[in-house]
């Protein structure tokens, strides 16, 4: 009985061993799966967006792998260029947190904020296609009865669930909703409130063409410096333009080649509030089922 207990123990670390490294080694060389806990890329991602990312896209370098902030070497192999435009994962420098931002600037580009348009080079981008955008944050407790607001043009906006209606109508401009804790709501009633923007569809010089977000050309880092991407690094940006810490500030800055750790490529899974794995009943009511497998561009 002891032999064939310790057998058993055996080939159960035996099958954990050799599940973790095809983990590690699938995660590390293929995809690996992230989540977004901010509104920093709405309206392309949306907080509670769990997405997949492409590994092989620009390389591998030590933050492809599992334990890369140990500085174990510097450089890429494989490399590739990342595309203007391209929404990518990367590593803040000089720490460990993984933001996910869009790639505004190549090596050598000057880029800047003027009046809350983006120049590149000294070029204008142009923006076109302006239309309404809501950004709701409410709390989780009206998500059933709805939150009801009489708005600028006297039509009622009601805002339940998955949904937003326009005078009983669906709405016919494009949002996101996200349901917060009622004690946030309480605490930090800044935290949960309902934001008017506006959407534009920016175009790059490379012809790539993407949505943004902006609540008004006059908001924090909608005018910075003139910035001139050094040799070897990148300038990110969030779509959601005056509610993201990116590139513009000190503290993110230029992100450096070897921080890439991969290329956006689809949303697997999208919800709207956060409950706990186990409450089984809250799955499919907090489910956005209009994301699921969305690519990403």
Request: hydrophobic residues 35%.
């Amino acid at each position: 009985m002891r032999k064939r207990h310790t057998s058993t123990t055996r080939e159960w670390i035996n099958t954990l061993f050799w599940a973790g490294l095809i983990a590690i080694i699938f995660r590390s060389f293929l995809l690996e799966p992230f989540n977004i806990p901010s509104g920093s890329m709405i309206p392309t991602l949306q907080v509670g967006d769990h997405l997949f990312v492409t590994k092989w896209s620009y390389g591998y370098s030590r933050n492809s792998f599992p334990f890369g902030s140990w500085n174990m070497w510097d450089g890429r192999f494989l490399a590739d260029e990342p595309q203007t435009g391209d929404v990518i994962v990367f590593r803040k420098p000089n720490d460990t947190i993984d933001y996910v931002k869009r790639l505004v600037g190549q090596p050598g580009d000057t880029v800047q904020m003027i009046s809350g348009r983006l120049y590149i080079n000294g070029a204008l981008i142009e923006r076109e296609n302006p239309r309404p955008y809501i950004i709701a944050n409410v709390s989780k407790s009206l998500r059933r009865i709805g939150f009801q607001r009489v708005n600028a043009d006297g039509k009622v906006m009601v805002i339940k669930g998955n949904r937003i209606y326009v005078d009983n109508q669906p709405a016919d401009f494009n949002y996101t909703i996200e349901y917060r804790s009622s004690s946030l709501c309480q605490r930090a009633p800044w935290e949960c409130q309902i934001i008017d923007a506006t959407e534009w569809t920016e175009i790059m010089p490379n012809g790539t063409r993407h949505s943004i977000v902006e609540i008004s050309d006059n908001e924090d880092h909608d005018n910075t410096r003139s910035f001139t991407v050094p040799a070897g690094h990148y300038f990110m940006m969030g779509d959601n333009r005056d509610q993201s810490r990116d590139s513009r500030v000190d503290d993110v800055g230029f992100v450096p080649q070897d921080n890439l750790v991969g290329k956006v490529w689809f949303v697997w899974y999208s919800h709207n509030y956060y409950a706990p794995l186990p409450f089984i009943w809250t799955w499919l009511d907090k489910f956005r089922w209009n994301r699921l497998g969305m690519g990403i561009h």
